[in-house]
């Protein structure tokens, strides 16, 4: 599990917003662990003074400058450090690399970062990571993006029931089929819908039939112009995506984690409406109309040629109100049929 680190202020923004997803609050020269509320000093050890100081069990915050500083880390991980908090001056991803070769295992390995990119990177090198992130500041939105990287656990959507109402074949049109680079289970997936309130959670193709073989990568995700998330704050079109974007895939009970997209690819294939009911309205989804697409049901999945009327179906209701770019604006009054 990685963790998050967040230095801020008493009562500002971040630290109001790290009690809530973050493991560590950082202020000045003192961490505190949320879990347990226990507070600990930080030490920032030179060359000159390292030998004479006890950093058994003790957290450190160093800075790479050059090699004599990246050796100092790993001696104070040899002496017994528990936490080594690294911020760099120049090269970044280099030294992570030697440091998470040199010592992992040893002691807690936490990069300094101030945006989601960097905190991506810090997490992905040399494929192992670092054991997580001390973010130092950032606005609410570059925050939460953190989070999603670090924590994705920790951000559920809300899923309901919705009861299916009926089923139209509409003949043909462009279905993109999202291949991500990632593999996905059964009654994962992702959320599409004809409107950006109401997402149908449709199955990855992870299911053996005899036909053709499981393509558990997949999700084929239905017409075009369908919405979907492209992360959990804002909706995009389907046809808007290409290889290396980021696509949110979904489970049943709403746990969420980022997917690389390896390819998009748009066919022209025979398609079907599915209009559903939950909430006291009506929300719709156009997908391909074959076997191998299935909606995720509160008991299992189902293939989309064999919804009926009053079968039960999980989905996503989003805010109320509309979306300027696929951003929502609570307060916008917008019509969807």
């Known amino acids: 599990m990685k963790e998050l680190w967040i230095e801020a202020r008493k009562n500002d923004f971040s630290a109001n917003l790290g009690n809530q997803y973050s493991d560590v609050i950082v202020e000045g020269d003192k961490a505190t662990f949320l879990a347990t509320e226990q507070e600990y000093v930080i ?69 300094e970062v101030t945006t989601a990119e960097e905190a991506k990177v ?20 570059e925050m939460l993006k953190i989070v999603e990287i670090v924590k994705p656990e920790t951000l559920k959507l809300e899923m309901v029931v919705a009861k299916v109402i009926s089923t139209k074949p509409i003949g043909n049109g462009a279905r993109v089929c999202v291949d991500t680079c990632d593999m ?20 990855a193709e992870v299911n053996e039939n005899p036909y053709v073989a499981s393509r558990p990568f997949r999700v084929n995700a239905g017409s075009l112009s369908m919405y979907t998330l492209g992360n959990l704050h804002t909706t995009r079109y389907l046809q808007e995506f290409k290889a290396g974007d980021e696509v949110v895939i979904v ?37 391909q109309n074959a076997e191998t697409i299935r909606v995720v049901t509160p008991k299992g999945s189902k293939p989309v040629t064999e919804l009926k009327q ?18 929502s604006v609570s307060n916008e009054t917008v019509i969807e049929k």
């Open 184 to 203: 996905m289970t059964q009654y994962e997936g992702v959320l599409v819908g004809s409107q950006s309130a109401g997402l149908f959670l449709v199955e």
């Open 122 to 141: 810090a997490l992905e090198t040399l494929e192992l990571g670092t054991d997580g992130v001390l973010l130092k500041f950032s606005q609410p939105e």
């Open 251 to 287: 489970n049943r009970e709403g746990k969420t984690r980022k997917a690389n997209i390896g390819r998009i690819k748009i066919e022209i294939r025979p398609l079907v409406l599915v209009e559903a009911q939950v909430e006291n309205k009506t929300i719709k989804t156009i997908l």
């Open 43 to 111: 030490l920032s050890p030179s060359i000159e003074n390292f030998e004479n100081l006890d950093v058994q069990n003790k957290i450190l915050r160093i800075c790479i400058s050059d090699k004599s500083t990246e050796n100092l880390i790993v001696r104070a991980a040899e002496k017994g450090a528990s936490y080594l908090l690294i911020s760099t001056t120049n090269w970044r991803i280099i030294p992570l690399e030697n440091l998470i070769a040199r010592i992992k295992g040893k002691s807690k390995l936490i990069a």
């Open 310 to 327: 009053d079968d039960k179906v999980i989905v996503h209701l989003a805010a109320k109100g509309g979306r300027h770019f696929g951003i």
